[in-house]
T-cell receptor, first 114, second 112 residues
Framework: NAGVTQTPKFRILKIGQSMTLQCTQD?????MYWYRQDPGMGLKLIYY???????DKGEVPNGYNVSRSTTEDFPLRLELAAPSQTSVYFC?????????????FGSGTQLSVL | GEDVEQSLFLSVREGDSSVINCTYT??????LYWYKQEPGAGLQLLTY?????DMKQDQRLTVLLNKKDKHLSLRIADTQTGDSAIYFC????????????FGSGTRLSIRP
């Protein structure tokens, strides 16, 4: 049982480059989330989705885009990478709203923008 | 605004009890969680408590909730080296798709 799988685990980008962080889950969860974790800080919600075809902004969406064409996949796109986007990114999923159900997390993507 | 605060570091001797504390500000929270993050891994739910409870015990783990003071604690009895990790406190709002507020995490280190 794979759970939530994120790729890549590590990536270094130059300023202005773009990339997509992949996230897939095999638990048939409707709810999926992208968080970023900065050193010494709690997780901040970037975007979330309550089902295929539906996405919504979280607390810190600027500089990111998402899509949810299938239940399984929730990729996060950085269009013009900036040093402020250096962070660890976590994808998560849940069977119901985050306020009611526990979150299952991927192992994270460590991104450095230089 | 909503906020969850934790101390950043805790060091305990192997075999002693660890107590990790957390304070939160949103009185409408319904669940309070403790997540554990081991090196190189994502967060895993360790335990949780419903906001109308005072205490929850699960083997070596005891969660205490003081709703009046908005204070949550996690006690780990007989702390082992495998308990070394970062522990995140979080609060949630019932029915909200997005309303989980995480603290900054407490790094627990174990001394021999």
């Amino acid at each position: 049982n794979a759970g939530v799988t994120q790729t890549p685990k590590f990536r270094i980008l130059k300023i202005g480059q773009s990339m997509t962080l992949q996230c897939t889950q095999d638990m048939n969860h409707n709810y999926m989330y992208w968080y970023r974790q900065d050193p010494g800080m709690g997780l901040k919600l970037i975007y979330y989705s309550v089902g295929a075809g539906i996405t919504d902004k979280g607390e810190v969406p600027n500089g990111y885009n998402v899509s949810r064409s299938t239940t399984e996949d929730f990729p996060l796109r950085l269009e013009l990478a900036a040093p402020s986007q250096t962070s660890v990114y976590f994808c998560a999923s849940s069977s119901g709203p985050a306020g009611d159900e526990k979150l299952f997390f991927g192992s994270g993507t460590q991104l450095s923008v230089l | 605004g909503e906020d969850v605060e934790q101390s950043l570091f805790l060091s305990v001797r192997e075999g002693d009890s660890s107590v990790i504390n957390c304070t939160y500000t949103d009185s409408s929270s319904t669940y309070l969680y403790w997540y554990k993050q081991e090196p190189g891994a994502g967060l895993q739910l360790l335990t949780y408590i419903f906001s109308n409870m005072d205490m929850k015990q699960d083997q070596r783990l005891t969660v205490l909730l003081n709703k009046k003071d908005k204070h949550l604690s996690l006690r780990i009895a007989d702390t082992q080296t495998g308990d070394s990790a970062i522990y995140f406190c979080a609060e949630s709002i019932q029915g909200s798709a997005s309303k989980i507020i995480f603290g900054s995490g407490t790094r627990l280190s174990i001394r021999p």
